[in-house]
């Protein structure tokens, strides 16, 4: 597949992805989609990522900041159902929560098929 043919797949992904988090009474804001080279070095240099290669700078990864009853989740036990459906889309599907060495709960990206 082609960078577009991912990203559409993603995009497609995202949008059963939100449906699941309403559906489960969740509320969700946007985190970050794309991300630009000079704020990718940022996060590397500062321990918030570990490669310039982010899903983000190929506009297949989104950060997602979930709430329940209005109050910001992070916790992994409370959104593994979330990451599962994620996961369970596409193969080419991850959930950041299931990272191993860097458990990142907000983020949902596609690797490249």
């Known amino acids: 597949m082609t960078l577009r043919e991912n990203q559409e797949a993603f995009t497609d992904d995202t949008m059963l992805l939100f449906a699941y988090i309403k559906g489960n009474a969740y509320t969700f804001t946007y985190g970050e989609v794309w991300r630009h080279e000079i704020m990718q070095a940022w996060y590397v240099e500062n321990g918030f990522s570990k490669t310039m290669n982010s899903n983000h ?7 997602l900041n979930i709430f329940k009853d209005g109050s910001y989740i992070t916790n992994k036990l409370m ?19 299931n990272f191993t060495g860097f458990e990142d709960t907000p983020h949902f990206e596609r690797r490249m098929q």
Not at 57 to 63: G, N, S, T
């Open 57 to 63: 700078r190929k506009r297949l990864a989104i950060d």
């Open 79 to 97: 959104l593994q159902h979330i990451g599962d459906y994620w996961e369970s889309l596409s193969p080419e599907n991850s959930w950041g929560g």
